[in-house]
């Protein structure tokens, strides 16, 4: 693995981006990794009542909704005029998978149709690429000139994914682990529902939790007894709803009970990535996928040996449930202690606000910025949407 350091973005070209993977309607305009507009048409009140992303809806909204976004985000980014948009804007990229393809499909519809309006060339964009590299982005007033030091960590941890990446350059990519079922974020959005909570669910569980005990009852840590970096949220899922049931069998869900609940589910979700992490980082050789045993960690700390330095130097958090505070939390608390059993200083880079772990358009924008020598020569026609697209494969047009 290379030790070469990056200066980031030297090129400075002005992208209009257009997500439409999921229940989002977003349109952004960057300028290098400088947000110049990033507007979000949400459809969380079309989807809430039916617990989930209903496609169909997606695609109608998505179809309603984008063209006053494209318009929005060139007027917040001023370049609402034609002479403009000829002369800033550089590239459309458009996000092509993976996703919901009724709801692709829009935003690669009027990707095509902008760019051959504007007569530019278009970039096919990876949603969860670009969910990695979002603790990137910079706000419009600073230009972010860091170096980065490869190799990178990547958390991608969603509603729709939950995936650890190795980021050995940008676009060079190694999925180490991701779950083999339900996402972290689904698992939360479910418990929500069951609590009656509304969709999607996880910021809510957040709160509540801060209020509860995690403690009352337990829940099982899965996928502990496999040497691998996988997770799956899915025995979880069906825990929490026997352990919900089992409770109001018992009692009313009062308030505090509800609250002891969604502390009692994040804390084993969370736990869950955290396990993993740690086997990620006290891994000693990754290429070798030779893996620490449960219990390494444990006996590091009692014996107090130096845990092997490897060698990740960054970590990047990504996807809606980077948002939680907790979870950044019990990364750093991780990486606190590895560095007292390495001597090694691992940083946590996160999106520099909140709304840019969720679903936007910035990240797809900012992640053409890389792509766009290599896939200069697309063919807008080739260009297709690709619902199970997976990080390190790349998509038939680039
Ligand atoms: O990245 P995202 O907007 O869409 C996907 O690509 O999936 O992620 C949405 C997910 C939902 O499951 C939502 O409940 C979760 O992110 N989420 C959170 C928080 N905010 C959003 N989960 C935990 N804590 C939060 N604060
Ligand atoms: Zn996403």
Same mark, same amino acid.
């Given at each position: 693995?290379?030790?070469?350091?990056?200066?980031?973005?030297?090129?400075?070209?002005?992208?209009?981006?257009?997500?439409?993977?999921? @229940?989002?309607?977003?349109?952004?305009?960057?300028?290098?990794?400088?947000?110049?507009?990033?507007?979000?048409?949400?459809?969380?009140?079309?989807?809430?009542?039916?617990?989930?992303?209903?496609?169909?809806?997606?695609?109608?909204?998505?179809?309603?909704?984008? /063209?006053?976004?494209?318009?929005?985000?060139?007027?917040?980014?001023?370049?609402?005029?034609?002479?403009?948009?000829?002369?800033?804007?550089?590239?459309?990229?458009?996000?092509?998978?993976?996703?919901?393809?009724?709801?692709?499909?829009?935003?690669?519809?009027?990707?095509?149709?902008?760019?051959?309006?504007?007569?530019? =060339?278009?970039?096919?964009?990876?949603?969860?690429?670009?969910?990695?590299?979002? =603790? &990137?982005?910079? =706000?419009?007033?600073?230009?972010?000139?860091?170096?980065?030091?490869?190799?990178?960590?990547?958390?991608?941890?969603?509603?729709?994914?939950?995936?650890?990446?190795?980021?050995?350059?940008?676009?060079?990519?190694?999925?180490?682990?991701?779950?083999? @079922?339900?996402?972290?974020?689904?698992?939360?959005?479910?418990?929500?529902?069951?609590?009656?909570?509304?969709?999607?669910?996880?910021?809510?569980?957040?709160?509540?939790?801060?209020?509860?005990? =995690?403690?009352?009852?337990?829940?099982? &840590?899965?996928?502990?007894?496999?040497?691998? #970096?996988? &997770?799956?949220?899915?025995?979880?899922?069906?825990?929490?709803?026997?352990?919900?049931?089992?409770?109001?069998?018992?009692?009313?869900?009062?308030?505090?009970?509800?609250?002891?609940?969604?502390?009692?589910?994040?804390?084993?979700?969370?736990?869950?990535?955290?396990?993993?992490? /740690?086997?990620?980082?006290?891994?000693?050789?990754?290429?070798?996928?030779?893996?620490?045993?449960?219990?390494?960690?444990?006996?590091?700390?009692?014996?107090?040996?130096?845990?092997?330095?490897?060698?990740?130097?960054?970590?990047?958090?990504?996807?809606?449930?980077?948002?939680?505070?907790?979870?950044?939390?019990?990364?750093?608390?991780?990486?606190?202690?590895?560095?007292?059993?390495?001597?090694?200083?691992?940083?946590?880079?996160?999106?520099?606000?909140?709304?840019?772990?969720?679903?936007?358009?910035?990240?797809?924008?900012?992640?053409?910025?890389?792509?766009?020598?290599?896939?200069?020569?697309?063919?807008?026609?080739?260009?297709?949407?690709?619902?199970?697209?997976?990080?390190?494969? #790349?998509?038939?047009?680039?």
């Amino acid at each position: 693995m290379g030790k070469d350091k990056k200066m980031i973005l030297a090129a400075k070209k002005t992208i209009l981006a257009i997500d439409t993977s999921c @229940d989002d309607t977003s349109v952004a305009v960057l300028e290098g990794n400088r947000v110049l507009a990033n507007v979000v048409a949400s459809q969380t009140a079309i989807h809430q009542q039916y617990g989930g992303v209903f496609p169909t809806l997606a695609k109608q909204a998505h179809q309603e909704n984008i /063209e006053a976004c494209v318009q929005l985000a060139l007027q917040r980014a001023g370049l609402s005029n034609k002479l403009k948009i000829r002369d800033h804007i550089d590239a459309v990229a458009v996000t092509v998978g993976p996703g919901l393809a009724p709801a692709l499909e829009v935003g690669i519809k009027h990707a095509k149709k902008l760019a051959k309006q504007w007569q530019l =060339p278009i970039i096919a964009i990876n949603h969860i690429e670009a969910h990695a590299l979002s =603790p &990137l982005l910079s =706000p419009k007033t600073k230009r972010q000139n860091r170096e980065i030091d490869f190799p990178v960590l990547a958390l991608v941890i969603s509603g729709g994914h939950s995936e650890f990446i190795l980021i050995k350059q940008i676009g060079n990519y190694q999925r180490l682990g991701w779950t083999v @079922d339900d996402s972290a974020g689904e698992c939360l959005d479910k418990v929500g529902r069951m609590l009656d909570l509304g969709y999607p669910a996880g910021a809510i569980l957040e709160k509540l939790a801060k209020k509860g005990n =995690p403690n009352l009852w337990s829940l099982p &840590l899965a996928m502990t007894s496999v040497d691998n #970096f996988n &997770l799956s949220f899915s025995g979880l899922k069906t825990a929490s709803s026997q352990l919900i049931n089992q409770v109001k069998k018992q009692k009313q869900l009062d308030g505090q009970t509800v609250c002891d609940l969604a502390a009692t589910v994040q804390q084993q979700v969370f736990s869950q990535i955290i396990y993993k992490l /740690e086997r990620i980082l006290f891994s000693p050789d990754l290429s070798k996928k030779v893996y620490p045993k449960a219990q390494l960690i444990k006996k590091i700390k009692q014996q107090k040996t130096k845990a092997a330095v490897t060698d990740i130097n960054e970590i990047w958090l990504g996807g809606g449930v980077a948002a939680n505070i907790t979870l950044r939390t019990s990364i750093r608390q991780t990486l606190k202690t590895y560095q007292k059993l390495s001597g090694k200083k691992i940083k946590l880079h996160l999106p520099y606000h909140k709304k840019f772990c969720a679903d936007n358009a910035a990240m797809i924008a900012l992640t053409a910025q890389f792509s766009s020598e290599q896939s200069k020569n697309t063919n807008a026609q080739l260009i297709d949407r690709q619902a199970n697209l997976k990080i390190g494969t #790349f998509c038939q047009a680039c």
